[in-house]
């Protein structure tokens, strides 16, 4: 099976991390608009993927073992990702505005990424301290993300949906 690369679950969300850091560095070197196109929608499409896995799986499986605050700021900073995917993927990368969405996303998920993933205090830290089977875990998330995958070959997937922010219209 496919999750057996990834140790656990914590391995394998990592492994999502390295992808996305990847994907925006490729987008810095892009020159054509096509790749930046792309590039942008790959990103897009492996960070809704993962933003799923992670609120759907991973969160509620720590919820009340970690400090909630955290995971509490991880659905929120998901959020404003969530805003910036759409507005990217609604976009082309001609028009104004759209390298510096790009950027910022990439701004705001390596922040994200950091708290995650910091040594001592982070979210991942203190998951492993929990009594929750890590393995289990990463199987229920790799069937999951592949679902999710096959949706964004077959035709996509539906826009990012914010859960805890509140949208306000235009007027």
């Not at 099976?1 to 925006?24: C, G, N, S, W």
């Not at 020159?31 to 929608?41: E, G, I, T, V, W």
Request: glycine share 2%.
């Amino acid at each position: 099976m496919p999750q057996e690369q990834f140790t656990d679950a914590i391995a394998l969300l990592k492994a999502d991390h390295r992808t996305v850091e990847e994907l925006f560095e490729q987008y810095e070197k892009a020159r054509s608009s096509d790749r930046k196109q792309a590039l942008a929608h790959q990103i897009c499409d492996e960070l809704k993927i993962h933003t799923i896995i992670e609120e759907e799986i991973f969160y509620p499986a720590f919820k009340g073992k970690i400090e909630d605050d955290m995971i509490d700021e991880a659905v929120v900073e998901h959020d404003g990702a969530k805003v910036l995917i759409n507005e990217i993927e609604s976009s082309e990368p001609d028009e104004h505005y759209y390298d510096a969405k790009v950027k910022v996303l990439s701004e705001e998920i390596e922040h994200h990424v950091h708290e995650e993933e910091e040594r001592s205090t982070g979210m991942f830290a203190q998951c492993r301290k929990t009594d929750v089977d890590l393995v289990v875990l990463r199987d229920e998330m790799a069937r999951r993300k592949e679902e999710l995958v096959a949706q964004a070959k077959a035709g996509g997937l539906p826009p990012a949906q914010p859960s805890a922010l509140k949208l306000v219209e235009e007027a």
